[in-house]
């Protein structure tokens, strides 16, 4: 009785420790697994760069997460701040278009010979049925505001979380050898005699697979908008193909870019340039959705349209921005581990005892 009542205190003590340490480290679970997606991806341009530096592990890490804040966090930075601006902008401006209620129809539209009456009574009509229609709006511009003001917060948040993987990730890339052996160690005595195989390799190649599948299809789109974007004059063109990298993640995502700016050349009547926007769009950018992410997909791993588009959704609402990271790769890794796991049947039993009446 002794000895039980001792194994129940050592039990509750190490339940008490594991507790503790997911308590301490729960705000900071994003971060660390973004700086895992990232270090695991990433991983032979940091050998590559670690030899090219006379085999220093501490500046091959730091050079690594100096291009991950150049690439990543600061577009990220300038994005989110560009959107809040333009969001506050849009906001004023339909605050004020709304206080003036609606716009009636002017003088001379019912000198118009033929359809004058007809033009003007069907104005009249739209603006008696938009003065509801404008009191709505007040009403819920309110709301809209708070949203946004969440919104906000939660982007800062997720950038914030980033600044922490960055740090994070130079441990990870510095002590990542002995990381992975130690995990090695602990994983195979888990895993590795149900599974028939090395299950870090396997998470090694179906992250890198889904991470340049996705990502490297959203980056080679935000390349082609940027240039296309330059190319046509479009104000912001950077801000632009930073917001196409995001958008990529969903589907028709880019078309609401390139779509939004071949609209702004057709209000500024340079129909050239919204005739030239819209064939980019359509034969550049779609097109790399078309045949680059099903290839970099299929060399590491094969991962659905469906699944991919869920992965990217729940990792925002679990995560927040920074869930749009680590969502594919998660739902990737946990899929194909599954598989692999229920890949390999019960033993079936050879000599069945025979049944006795």
Request: aromatic letters at 12%.
């Amino acid at each position: 009785m002794e000895e039980r009542i001792l194994q129940f205190i050592q039990l509750a003590v190490i339940a008490l420790v594991f507790i503790s340490c997911y308590l301490v480290i729960h705000p900071f679970i994003p971060a660390i697994l973004f700086a895992m997606v990232v270090c695991i991806s990433t991983w032979p341009l940091y050998l590559c760069l670690r030899r090219a530096l006379w085999g220093k592990p501490a500046l091959a890490s730091l050079l690594m997460v100096m291009l991950l804040i150049m690439l990543v966090i600061i577009p990220s930075a300038l994005l989110a701040v560009s959107f809040a601006d333009n969001l506050t902008a849009t906001f004023d401006t339909v605050k004020i278009f709304l206080e003036h209620g609606p716009i009636e129809p002017p003088v001379w539209l019912k000198e118009v010979p033929l359809f004058g009456e007809r033009l003007d009574s069907y104005w009249q009509g739209l603006a008696s049925g938009g003065k509801e229609a404008v009191m709505l709006f007040k009403e819920l511009l309110e709301p809209v505001r708070n949203f946004l003001l969440n919104l906000g917060n939660v982007i800062g948040q997720s950038l914030l979380q980033m600044v922490f993987a960055a740090f994070i990730g130079f441990f990870f890339y510095r002590d990542g050898e002995a990381l992975i052996q130690a995990l090695r160690n602990g994983v195979a005595k888990l895993l590795a005699g149900s599974l028939g195989a090395d299950p870090l390799v396997l998470i090694h190649d179906t992250v890198t697979g889904i991470v340049h599948g996705i990502f490297g299809a959203a980056l080679a789109q935000a390349i082609a908008a940027a240039i296309g974007f330059f190319i046509a004059g479009v104000p912001g063109a950077f801000l632009l193909g930073a917001a196409t990298f995001f958008l990529a993640m969903i589907p028709m995502g880019p078309t609401l870019i390139w779509g939004g700016a071949s609209v702004w050349f057709l209000y500024q009547e340079s129909y050239g340039w919204a005739i030239f926007m819209v064939l980019w769009g359509v034969l550049v950018i779609s097109s790399i959705d078309n045949f680059v992410r099903p290839y970099l997909i299929s060399r590491g791993s094969s991962l659905s349209f469906l699944l991919i588009f869920l992965g990217v959704s729940g990792g925002i609402v679990a995560y927040g921005f920074i869930g749009i990271f680590i969502g594919p790769p998660i739902l990737a890794v946990g899929i194909t581990l599954t598989q692999l796991w229920t890949a390999h049947p019960a033993t079936e039993i050879e000599n069945p005892p025979e049944v006795r009446n």
